[in-house]
Every structure is written in C-alpha cells, then in structure tokens.
C-alpha cells in the first residue's frame, strides 16, 4: 500500500533508502531526533522560562585576558554575597541602605492593586543607565552627554563642598526636574516615596560599583591571597564609602551655605552686580574665559575637556587611544563647557541661582570645571559676595534675571 | 661644719641609683646595637640601557604670555647624564610592614607639589598619608589648577590663586589629606595647563624610593626579614624585567646595606606602541 510505503520511507527503512536514493527522512537515526529536540529547544525556550537579570562585572578599562576566570568569579561572588541580585538586593552590614526602599527599585516592574509597586528603575531608569548602573543601557550610545555612570560614585550636581558625596536631597532635586539640555526627563509625577526608593537605588548601585573598584583593585591589581574576606571586604571596600554617603547628611559644615546676596532689587543694583560679576569672570582668579570664552558661548582656548568618565579612554598617542577604545563600552565623548547665552542650564538655576552658585562655589564634580570656593588648608580664591556677582553675570548672558 | 653620717635610707637609696646608671649605662649601647639588628637600607641604581629618546618639546598654548617663555619638555622618561634612569618607584608591596620609630620622626610634616615655571615640580612625589600633609602651592603670576582622582579616596580640583609681587595670599595654597593607600601612584593634572603632569604615591608606610637622575634610589630603615618590593614607572607602569616579573621581587633584608647594585634596563621596555 502507498501509506505503508510512504511511512516507511518516513522511517527510514535503510532498504528504502538505500533502494530509492532519494526523499529518505532517516527517522531511524537518534541523531535526527536530537537535531528536532534542539531546534525546539531554541524556538521555544525563550517563551516560558523568566531569565532574571544580572549585574555585569565592570572590566571597563581592563585589557583583554588581563582578569582570570578565578578573579572574576571571585569579584562577582563577594558582590552577590554583599549586595544580593537586581532582583533580590542585599543589603550590607553598616552600609546605611534601607532595604525596603530598595525592593520597591529593584526587581521586575510589576504592581499590583493594592498599589504597592515594584521594580521602579528598571520601568524608569535602566533603559539609559543599564541594570547595572554603568550608564550604558541600550540607548546610551547615541546620547549626548552619556548617562550618567553611578560605578565611580561621583555626580556632578550637589549642595555638597568639593570632593564631598551628593546629599539625598540633591539626587532627588535631579530626579525632580530632570538634566536640562539631557536626554534625562523630569520625573516629578512620582509619588514622594517612589523618588525615595530611586535614590535610594542609585545610592545603592553606587556603593556597590565603588566596592567592586575595591575589589578589583585588591583582586586583580594587587593579587590579594584568595578567597576573600568578606569582613576585609567590609572594613576596606564597603564602609569607606558608606561613610562618605553618610557624611554630609550628618556634618553642615560639609554642605554649601552661601553667602549673603548682594542686593539686586532696583535695576542700578543689578547693572552693578552684573558689571562686577564680568570683570570677575574674566579675572586670572576665577578663571571663567579659559573654557567658557570670552563671550560665554562655551569656546574658550581650552577645548579639549574630557570628565572623569572620559579621561581613561585618552591615551598619549592616537594609537594608544585606539587601542583603549577597545577596552570601554562606549566611544570616548568629549566634554563641552556650557554656552552661556543658550539659558540651558543642566544642573539648574535654583531659587536666585542658589544651583549655579553651588556649582561655582565647588565647581563641577567629575569634570575639569573646579571650584573658587576655600581650598582644603585657604580661604576661598573668590569672596562670596564676588560668586553672586558672577551668578547675576551668567544669567545676564542668558537674558535670565535671578 | 661637722660632716652630717649618712643614714642607712640614703645609703640605700644612693647605691640603688648607682646601680640603675649603670644598668642604664650598659643597657644602651645594647639596645641601640639590637634596633640597629632589626633594620636594613635598600639601596641600587637604575640605568637606562641605551640611546636615551630626545625628550619632547610640548605644546604650550594657555598663557603663552607666561609660560611661552620656559622650555617645557616631556618627563615622562627621565635619563640622567650618566644613563641613570630617575623617577622610578620602588616600594614595598607587603602589607602590614613594621615601621622604624626613629621614622616617624625624620620624616617631614609635608610633602610639597609646586607649582612653577609652569610645571608641576617635583614630577614624581610619594606621601605617608597617615603622618605626612600634602601642601599645595603655586608660585607663578598665573592662576594655576591641581587635580587628581585617588582610587577610593576624595577627589581634588582645586584652584590656586596667582601669586602678586609683594604679596602673601592665603589662596595661592592648599593643604591637602589623603585617607587611604594607593597601590600604584595617582596622575595628577592641571586642567588649565594640559601639559602639566606629576604623579603622587600614598601608602600607609614611609617605604617608597623613587630615583634620582643618576638612577640610585635608597629606602632607608626597612625591617629586617622577607620583604616584596614593587617597581613602577610612568610610562610602562610596573617595570617588568626578566628578574622582576611584573615588576616585582623579593628580597630578604639584612641588617646594615642592602645593594642591589646596577639594574640595567632595555630601552627597547619604553618604547611606546
């Protein structure tokens, strides 16, 4: 009978096949059924089972082949160990983290209809600053500037003094209204306790990125005896850092208080203020013109700017550099210094341009841009008062009035 | 005047003072000989094994009024007259080294990075931070900036203000505080003048050599017993030589000098890719 036949050949009957050379399925051959499992394997697994996200080791800036397997599983066991997955956080002995806060940041993004909620940066946040806050999410490539890389523990725009960590306050203040001129949106719609729970997880993500520095500091550059010690860990790596989070929420004299405002009621004041303020940007002391220029369209003589995140992908020859691409996931992206007369102001202005003082007080954390404010062991390169005239200057430029 | 008999007390009291000077008497030149078993100076010179490159003219384009008028040239390689190869960190990699007492003592309450002619002088600095201050200053009529980035530590982008005739200006220093050691020494930058380079070692230690222009280098009072050193250089980073992989090596400290002797180094280890 043909059916029979046809089976048979189906089948692979080595006689059938061997007889008609042609249109043989040798299903007879186990080979073939494991072929058929695997292709099902591939088409369909991806269907049904959750593959939960992990934090990525950061060998940013590390050569090829320079990390062993060993170190690396080491790094990534000590990290997991202290600060848990992106979908169940840990949270370390003495770190300060509110481990509520972060569950309702960390996970999926799910909720539920009693309205509690669960996974906030990865609904708002990782698209652009990644899973594993490296601000390398899958749009970052083509932004301008970059999103920002929580791993280093430095953010540009805080009320903090120089080299001092942001406040609490300050994330959520960049949260609130957004970087202006960024691809950073405002995310003022957030409940008070969602943008408490950001923060939180961005401060989480950058204690973790900086103890994995320390890590790869101790493991790989110094090739400290392994297994580690997880207390070492904590001693050396973990609490230096949540110390320094801790510090200027707990001591004033680390945050900025301006000085008084000179006056700027009547439109003589502000003339006034706005002419010293010139005079001032373009003094040796405070050093405006260099990278500003002249005009305050941000081309001053000194063009070639990169900030903290940039300057390791720089070699001294292009071939170095070249060389160092390889090494970073995105490309090297050069720093612009503000144009003034564009009114865009990244950090903000704040209330009489108490955000801008800040930033020329202490200059701009992460970037070549530094402070007037008192150095460590001096006083202050310019007065207070000579700050605010600045401010009133800057905003001249834009045709802003404080 | 009727001499006064001395009384058992103050004969007693007066032998056992001669007993204790004598004890201390002898005790001394003892103790000192013991501290003296206890610690041993490293010492030996680098010398660079071929042509030296003729170092670079660099670009000065930022307050050419001022700075235009120095000659200012690459240091990233420094070689001495007489070949000797300078400003290479020796240090001592081992952690927890005991320290010599008397160290804490010589060494001096600052290091100072200044800044002048337009450069950072001097090139190649290194910083016991527990005990020693960073002081930064600037003595040009310019306004000159100093920063750096320390792995784990407070980063600095300080500005200093230029220096008037005549007068003393609180703001052209700075006093600066490391928190914590560094395991290879940190870059630092001027971000008005890119030419401008040094580098800064903090350790938790004072054993840190770097050598001089005629390559010798001595690191004095290291503890007695196995020591690893580490070598580093700008340009290479850990000076890898077939005797020092990784720039590394091991020695036992004996008491009184220990000489390296000549290290040569194949200039064929600078050349840049």
């Known amino acids: 009978m043909r059916w029979v036949a046809a089976i048979r050949m189906a089948w692979g009957d080595p006689a059938a096949c061997s007889a008609r050379r042609t249109g043989c399925w040798p299903l007879h051959r186990p080979a073939y059924w494991a072929g058929l499992v695997a292709i099902a394997f591939v088409l369909f697994s991806g269907c049904v089972a959750y593959q939960p996200p992990q934090f990525e080791l950061n060998l940013e800036g590390r050569p090829k082949g320079s990390v062993s397997r060993e170190q690396a599983d080491a790094v990534a066991q000590m990290l997991q160990r202290l600060f848990g997955t992106p979908d169940e956080p840990r949270v370390p002995e003495g770190s300060g983290l509110d481990l509520e806060l972060l569950a309702m940041a960390a996970g999926p993004p799910t909720g539920d209809p009693q309205g509690s909620v669960r996974g906030l940066f990865r609904r708002h946040c990782a698209t652009c600053h990644g899973i594993s806050g490296d601000g390398a999410g899958p749009t970052a490539l083509v932004l301008d500037p970059y999103p920002r890389d929580f791993r280093r523990g430095i953010f540009k725009y805080t009320s903090t003094k120089a080299g001092i960590k942001p406040l609490k306050s300050d994330l959520r203040r960049t949260l609130i209204r957004g970087v202006p001129g960024t691809a950073m949106p405002s995310f003022a719609q957030l409940a008070p306790r969602e943008l408490d729970a950001l923060v939180e997880y961005v401060k989480y993500l950058s204690i973790r990125g900086e103890t994995e520095l320390y890590l790869f500091e101790q493991v790989v550059d110094e090739e400290i005896r392994l297994p580690l010690d997880k207390q070492m860990v904590l001693d050396e790596g973990v609490l230096p850092v949540a110390r320094a989070w801790e510090a200027p929420e707990e001591h004033p004299q680390l945050r900025i208080v301006p000085g008084a405002r000179p006056p700027i009621d009547t439109p003589a004041q502000l003339a006034a203020s706005i002419a010293k303020g010139r005079a001032l940007y373009a003094s040796k002391e405070a050093q405006c013109v260099k990278c500003h220029g002249p005009n305050g369209d941000g081309k001053g003589e000194e063009q070639e700017l990169y900030d903290d995140w940039n300057k390791p992908k720089r070699g001294v020859t292009p071939e170095q550099t070249a060389e160092l691409a390889r090494r970073f996931k995105l490309p090297l992206q050069r720093l612009r210094p503000r144009d003034f007369r564009q009114g865009t102001f990244r950090g903000g202005i704040g209330p009489e341009g108490r955000d801008l003082y800040n930033r020329i007080y202490a200059g701009i954390k992460g970037t070549p841009m530094p402070g007037v404010g008192p150095n460590p062991g001096a006083e202050a390169v310019i007065s207070p008062e000579d700050i605010w005239h600045i401010v009133d200057y800057v905003l001249s430029l834009s045709r802003r009035n404080p | ?273």
């Not at chain 2, 003072?17 to 001394?28: D, E, P, R």
């Not at chain 2, 010599?100 to 309450?109: G, I, R």
């Not at chain 2, 200006?169 to 401008?196: G, K, L, M």
Request: charged fraction near 25%; charge should be positive; hydrophobic fraction near 40%.
């Open chain 2, 1 to 273: 005047m009727k001499r006064k008999k001395l009384t058992r007390r103050e004969l007693l009291a007066a032998s056992a003072g001669m007993t204790a000077g004598l004890a201390i008497g002898f005790a001394v030149p003892h103790v000192v000989i013991a501290e003296n078993d206890r610690w041993g100076d490293l010492v030996g010179r680098l010398v660079y094994d071929g042509t030296p490159p003729e170092r670079k003219k660099l670009k000065v384009d930022k307050d050419v009024d001022c700075c235009g008028k120095f000659d200012i040239r690459d240091e990233s390689l420094m070689v001495g007259p007489d070949q000797g190869l300078a400003n290479v960190y020796v240090y001592v990699r081992t952690r927890k080294v005991p320290i010599a007492p008397e160290l804490a003592e010589s060494a001096p309450k600052q290091v100072v990075l200044d800044n002048r002619d337009c450069i950072f002088k001097p090139h190649c600095m290194a910083i016991w931070y527990p005990r020693q201050e960073y002081a930064i200053i600037n003595s040009d009529p310019i306004a000159q900036n100093v920063a750096f980035s320390p792995l784990g530590d407070t980063p600095a982008n300080i500005i200093l203000a230029p220096v008037k005739e005549g007068q003393d200006d609180p703001n052209t220093r700075a006093v600066w505080r490391f928190n914590r050691a560094q395991i290879v020494p940190v870059p630092i930058a001027c971000n008005y003048h890119p030419w401008e380079s040094a580098f800064v070692l903090p350790r938790d230690n004072p054993y840190v050599a770097i050598s001089g222009l005629d390559g010798t280098f001595r690191m004095a009072r290291l503890p007695v017993g196995k020591l690893e050193f580490q070598v580093w250089q700008e340009r290479v980073g850990y000076l890898d030589l077939p005797q020092w992989p990784k720039g590394r090596f091991e020695l036992a400290i004996q008491p009184g000098v220990n000489d390296l002797g000549t290290i040569r180094v194949p200039a064929a280890r600078f050349e840049r890719k």
